[in-house]
């Protein structure tokens, strides 16, 4: 037996547009006012012969639940091609999906000024802060380094990001016209390498404090790192990694040491895995350093997000989760607004921030600079 389908109508069928952000500033965080958006997207393989809250619910389990988008399709927020189905409805190839109405809280971040270092027509570079992402993702849109640069700055929207650093990570960043080729072959040159994926006409330095009395002498790590469920770790099956490290000081009043980091690939938390590997995490890395996590969790019990990305569990229901956008009825009402509200659960940016810090980017005609952040001062602890 088929299933039903309601008959087709014509669905309002909002148009694909970028809402007008609202900033404002307090508590040393930049904000964002809560807004409502719409998302397209076009049927994936895996989505075939499914129904949409199936898909909804398995694909976003943080954003959404079946019912929510069972009540959303009755009330036209979620269309099939434009057009408003029944949740029984099976998606066929080629389809499309509209989501509207998907009420949106972002993050907020640090209101320290994204410095700019350098700027052309061609690609600009920046002193990214800690605690902004360097592009949208599913949590952020307006409160990312692109964005404020879009916003701030004038940037041209064909400029995309050449390298990226954690969100916790500052220092440089540049973004350039990749869609030039003769732009692309400057930032990006062919690797020299293919098999061990390394960079070696590119050169990357940072710096980064770390627990403990660091070795002397120059140290190199190559232990490949493995991306898995949304998990970074060092595996064998991983891929080629290796950064060399060299002290430049240790302090025994605060039993830390300062390191640069020279990388020759460019994994994911990558200079991260390293250090901890050698068991010497960085300082306040809330993810690979376990003493200062558990430390952070004893004085904050509430502390149960993910400070890297403010995420939590996927076991927690939709309507509870901090910052993924959801649908919003009267039935199950925005708990992000109230807590707002009310001035509940409100970051401090100092949580937003790991000692680690990209100082030079250079290339083989190019080069990019910044400062030492204060914290490579040994007198400066947390």
């Known amino acids: 037996m088929s299933p039903k389908v309601l008959k087709p109508r014509k669905a309002k069928a909002p148009p694909m547009e970028t809402p007008q952000p609202e900033f404002y500033?307090?508590?040393?965080?930049?904000?964002?006012?809560?807004?409502?958006q719409t998302y397209l997207a076009h049927a994936k393989g895996r989505w075939i012969n499914r129904t949409v809250p199936d898909v909804f619910a398995s694909e976003m389990p943080r954003r959404c639940n079946k019912i929510m988008i069972i009540e959303a399709m009755k009330r036209g927020d979620v269309l099939v091609n434009d057009t408003i189905v029944s949740p029984?409805?099976?998606?066929?190839?080629?389809?499309?999906?509209?989501?509207?109405?998907?009420?949106?809280?972002?993050?907020?971040?640090?209101?320290?000024?994204?410095?700019?270092?350098?700027?052309?027509?061609?690609?600009?570079?920046?002193d990214k802060p800690h605690g902004i992402t360097v592009h949208p993702n599913e949590l952020c849109f307006f409160n990312t380094a692109l964005e404020i640069l879009r916003r701030d700055h004038d940037i041209a929207h064909h400029m995309h990001a050449v390298n990226r650093l954690d969100a916790v990570t500052s220092g440089i960043v540049i973004f350039a016209n990749m869609t030039d080729p003769a732009v692309r072959q400057r930032f990006q040159p062919p690797h020299t390498d293919m098999d061990a994926e390394l960079s070696s006409l590119v050169d990357k330095e940072y710096v980064c404090r770390v627990v403990g009395e660091?070795?002397?002498?120059?140290?190199?790590?190559?232990?490949?790192?493995?991306q898995s469920a949304?998990?970074?770790?060092?595996?064998?099956?991983?891929?080629?990694?290796?950064?060399?490290?060299?002290?430049?000081?240790?302090?025994?009043?605060?039993?830390?040491?300062?390191?640069?980091?020279?990388?020759?690939?460019?994994?994911?938390?990558?200079?991260?895995?390293?250090?901890?590997?050698?068991?010497?995490?960085?300082?306040?890395?809330?993810?690979?350093?376990?003493?200062?996590?558990?430390?952070?969790?004893?004085?904050?019990?509430e502390l149960t997000v993910n400070g890297e990305t403010r995420f939590y569990p996927a076991?927690?229901?939709?309507?509870?989760?901090?910052?993924?956008?959801?649908?919003?009825?009267?039935?199950?009402?925005?708990?992000?607004?109230?807590?707002?509200?009310?001035?509940?659960?409100?970051?401090?940016?100092?949580?937003?921030?790991?000692?680690?810090?990209?100082?030079?980017?250079?290339?083989?005609?190019?080069?990019?600079?910044?400062?030492?952040p204060d914290w490579a001062d040994p007198q400066v602890i947390e």
Not at 214 to 226: D, Q
Not at 233 to 258: C, H, Q
Not at 332 to 344: I, V
């Open 315 to 372: 076991e927690i229901p939709p309507e509870s989760q901090p910052y993924m956008p959801y649908y919003v009825t009267p039935e199950t009402p925005c708990h992000k607004c109230k807590e707002e509200q009310e001035g509940n659960h409100v970051p401090n940016p100092k949580s937003m921030k790991i000692w680690l810090r990209a100082i030079r980017y250079q290339g083989p005609d190019w080069k990019f600079e910044t400062d030492m």
């Open 88 to 126: 029984d409805y099976i998606l066929k190839g080629g389809e499309s999906l509209r989501s509207t109405r998907c009420h949106r809280h972002e993050p907020p971040v640090p209101d320290t000024p994204i410095r700019v270092l350098e700027q052309t027509q061609d690609y600009i570079v920046f």
């Open 25 to 36: 500033f307090e508590d040393g965080l930049r904000k964002v006012k809560p807004y409502y």
């Open 230 to 301: 949304g998990k970074v770790m060092i595996d064998p099956a991983g891929k080629p990694s290796e950064t060399r490290f060299v002290r430049k000081w240790y302090d025994s009043s605060s039993n830390s040491s300062l390191v640069s980091c020279y990388l020759a690939t460019g994994r994911q938390h990558q200079i991260r895995l390293h250090v901890a590997h050698l068991q010497h995490p960085i300082v306040n890395d809330i993810l690979y350093n376990s003493d200062y996590k558990r430390d952070q969790i004893s004085a904050n019990p």
């Open 214 to 226: 660091f070795p002397e002498g120059s140290v190199i790590v190559k232990e490949p790192i493995l």
